[in-house]
């Protein structure tokens, strides 16, 4: 996949009678940070008391390194993050993100144009943590958690020792909205019996997927086969919905 400059997509002003969606992060990953690099006892309990769904996916789901309620469980975290490779980690992050205003208003403009083109669609919480370059996205219980540490910049230097150069493009700052985008509605519209599809069928898939994230973007973010097979399948049946486009199986 390519990432492209160019713009085919022009958001449309949200008309006066709609709804606007004003997507506000939730920046988990500062209270997460200064647990990590301080062992502040405070911050750890706002991060179980406040944010206990976060907390668990974090320790459950991506470090993988026991239950939420083990008896040692606390000291696992701090201990995993150690690692003087992480903790310049959690430095980079706060250092590089300190603002994410510009995320938030893209979010907001992509969600806005998705719920027009699916009103019945739900606005997920979005919040900010800290991985260990691992999951980029996470989605679940209607809250879509973004990986900061997956998108410090194709140069960051842990990147260039361990990720190809294609790898590297998609772990800029600008591949966040899109990616939430992605991972959000693959969550919506998921491949029916994944597991016994081809390769082919899985593309096929995710070039619809990255079809409509480009759409609601407005900006051309992946282009390959699969996308521009869409595109002339959506322009030469103009009355196709985006939800009849997804729940479809590929005849095409």
């Given at each position: 996949?390519?990432?492209?400059?160019?713009?085919?997509?022009?958001?449309?002003?949200?008309?006066?009678?709609?709804?606007?969606?004003?997507?506000?992060?939730?920046?988990?990953?500062?209270?997460?940070?200064?647990?990590?690099?301080?062992?502040?006892?405070?911050?750890?309990?706002?991060?179980?008391?406040?944010?206990?769904?976060?907390?668990?996916?974090?320790?459950?789901?991506?470090?993988?390194?026991?239950?939420?309620?083990?008896?040692?469980?606390?000291?696992?975290?701090?201990?995993?993050?150690?690692?003087?490779?992480?903790?310049?980690?959690?430095?980079?992050?706060?250092?590089?993100?300190?603002?994410?205003?510009?995320?938030?208003?893209?979010?907001?403009?992509?969600?806005?144009?998705?719920?027009?083109?699916?009103?019945?669609?739900?606005?997920?919480?979005?919040?900010?943590?800290?991985?260990?370059?691992?999951?980029?996205?996470?989605?679940?219980?209607?809250a879509l958690g973004i990986s900061l540490d997956k998108y410090l910049g194709a140069d960051y230097s842990f990147y260039r020792e361990?990720?190809?150069?294609?790898?590297?493009?998609?772990?800029?700052?600008?591949?966040?909205?899109?990616?939430?985008?992605?991972?959000?509605?693959?969550?919506?519209?998921p491949l029916p019996h994944v597991e016994d599809s081809s390769q082919t069928e899985r593309s096929q898939h995710m070039g619809k997927?990255?079809?409509?994230?480009?759409?609601?973007?407005?900006?051309?973010?992946?282009?390959?086969?699969?996308?521009?097979?869409?595109?002339?399948?959506?322009?030469?049946?103009?009355?196709?919905?985006?939800?009849?486009?997804?729940?479809?199986?590929?005849?095409?």
């Amino acid at each position: 996949m390519m990432i492209c400059v160019g713009c085919e997509w022009q958001l449309k002003p949200a008309n006066t009678g709609e709804e606007i969606v004003q997507v506000t992060i939730d920046r988990y990953d500062r209270i997460e940070s200064l647990y990590l690099t301080t062992g502040d006892r405070s911050a750890l309990q706002q991060m179980n008391t406040n944010y206990p769904m976060q907390t668990r996916m974090l320790i459950e789901d991506m470090l993988r390194i026991g239950k939420v309620d083990d008896a040692d469980i606390n000291d696992k975290l701090l201990h995993f993050f150690q690692d003087s490779i992480l903790q310049r980690l959690l430095h980079d992050v706060q250092l590089q993100y300190a603002e994410v205003d510009d995320i938030s208003e893209g979010l907001s403009a992509a969600f806005n144009h998705l719920k027009k083109d699916l009103p019945a669609m739900d606005i997920p919480q979005v919040y900010t943590q800290i991985g260990s370059f691992d999951q980029s996205i996470v989605v679940g219980n209607n809250a879509l958690g973004i990986s900061l540490d997956k998108y410090l910049g194709a140069d960051y230097s842990f990147y260039r020792e361990n990720y190809t150069e294609n790898q590297r493009l998609m772990m800029e700052r600008s591949m966040i909205v899109p990616d939430c985008i992605s991972f959000y509605l693959l969550s919506i519209y998921p491949l029916p019996h994944v597991e016994d599809s081809s390769q082919t069928e899985r593309s096929q898939h995710m070039g619809k997927i990255q079809w409509v994230v480009n759409r609601v973007t407005g900006r051309q973010v992946f282009q390959n086969d699969f996308v521009e097979h869409v595109d002339r399948y959506m322009k030469q049946n103009p009355q196709a919905s985006i939800d009849q486009l997804l729940r479809e199986a590929d005849r095409h």
